[in-house]
């Protein structure tokens, strides 16, 4: 099993909901990601989780909450946000932890879409 | 610090043309560098990667790339392309120092072919 998994597809919330975006892999990667990308722009890093630790936090607003249940398992906690938080939320997996070699395996990613 | 420039944001092509992707990169250290390429409408893509060894690489569906030392390049080359190749292709490095090493992604080309 070489996919990133991510659900749902495509969301649509208010301003006020709270939702979750959720992503699974079972490769055995140690380290795991979750990256906005606005249209034609490249994917921006938002988190890094090593050993399901936070270790990278890229100053995203605390209106996304990440959450590592276990070494397979990412979700993304959504609440409050704006229209500009309306993005393609990609999640990405590597083999290593800490610094890594840079091969990331990613999910199709999730649509979001705050009215 | 690490940065990657991709000169061309779009390039269109005829199918059965030959193409070629630029990427330069500027980095203090040695790196790694990786082309992703990006579907319509799905995640990124490891299309091949450049870690150490021969300075040509071969990737998947037929592309390849040469890292060159001297002129800070990796360009991206396929000798002909398909309709299906249409896509956003990301130059990518990551500097081998540091403590905090994460992927650095180019612009982007959007690579169009014609029939």
Redesign the interface.
């Known amino acids: 099993d070489t996919e990133?998994t991510?659900t749902p597809k495509h969301l649509v919330m208010g301003m006020t909901n709270k939702k979750s975006l959720k992503c699974e892999q079972h490769m055995g990667h140690r380290a795991m990601y979750w990256y906005k990308q606005k249209a034609?722009?490249?994917?921006e890093?938002m988190f890094?989780y090593s050993y399901e630790k936070l270790?990278?936090n890229e100053s995203v607003p605390s209106r996304f909450s990440p959450e590592c249940p276990n070494s397979s398992l990412l979700n993304l906690h959504l609440h409050a946000l704006q229209p500009e938080d309306s993005a393609l939320y990609?999640c990405?997996s590597s083999p290593h932890a800490g610094?890594?070699?840079?091969?990331?395996?990613?999910?199709?990613?999730s649509r979001l879409t705050v009215l | 610090a690490q940065s990657v420039t991709q000169l061309d944001s779009q390039v269109p092509v005829f199918e059965e043309a030959p193409v070629e992707l630029r990427c330069n990169y500027s980095s203090s250290v040695s790196v790694y560098l990786f082309w992703y390429v990006q579907y319509p409408n799905q995640g990124l893509q490891l299309l091949l990667k450049y870690l150490s060894g021969s300075t040509l690489v071969k990737g998947i569906n037929g592309f390849e790339a040469e890292f060159n030392k001297s002129q800070t390049s990796f360009h991206l080359r396929k000798p002909s392309v398909h309709i299906s190749d249409t896509a956003e292709y990301f130059c990518a490095v990551i500097s081998l120092s540091g403590s905090a090493r994460q992927l650095t992604f180019g612009s982007g080309t959007q690579l169009t072919v014609l029939p």
Do not use: W
């Open positions: 990133v991510q034609k722009k490249p994917p890093l890094v270790s990278i990609l990405a610094a890594g070699t840079g091969e990331l395996f990613f999910g199709e990613g």
